[in-house]
C-alpha cells in the first residue's frame, strides 16, 4: 500500500496518506488547516532498518555533535532527528516547534544546517 505525501498550498504543511485502493479518486485534506487545495510532491524512499542499525547510527558521535542544550532550537532539532531515527512520530507540537525554529533561523540569515 503507497503512502502519498502532498504539500498544502494554504500553510505549507506536508501531509501523508495511506492509499488503500488507487482506483478511487481521493481528494487530500490538509491534516493542519483542514484546506483540500494540496499538491502531491515527490518524496523520498523509506528503508526499514533493524533495531541494531538504528542503533549504532544514534551511536555515532559525528551525527550529533551539534547540539546546544541551553538552545530550545537546537533541542527541539535534535528530538526530531532522534524520533526519526527512531522509527517514532514526535507529533506536529515538535514538527511545528522545528518549523518555527528554521523560519526564524532563515529569517535572520543564520546559516542552515543539512538534513540527513
Do not use: H, N
Amino acid at each position: 500500500m503507497p503512502i502519498y505525501e502532498y504539500r498544502c498550498e494554504e500553510c505549507g504543511k506536508i501531509s501523508e496518506f495511506l492509499v488503500i485502493r488507487t482506483d478511487e479518486a481521493s481528494i487530500p485534506q490538509c491534516k493542519r488547516c483542514k484546506s483540500k487545495k494540496m499538491s502531491r510532491v515527490l518524496s523520498r524512499v523509506r528503508v526499514i532498518r533493524s533495531e541494531e542499525s538504528r542503533m549504532e547510527s544514534l551511536a555515532d558521535p559525528s551525527r550529533w555533535g551539534g547540539i546546544d542544550e541551553k538552545d530550545p532550537k537546537s533541542m527541539a532539532k535534535w528530538m526530531k532527528k532522534m524520533g526519526k531515527e527512531m522509527g517514532e512520530d514526535m507529533g506536529e507540537d515538535v514538527d511545528q516547534m522545528v518549523d518555527e525554529a528554521m523560519e526564524e533561523e532563515r529569517a535572520s540569515g543564520s546559516p542552515e544546517e543539512t538534513e540527513d
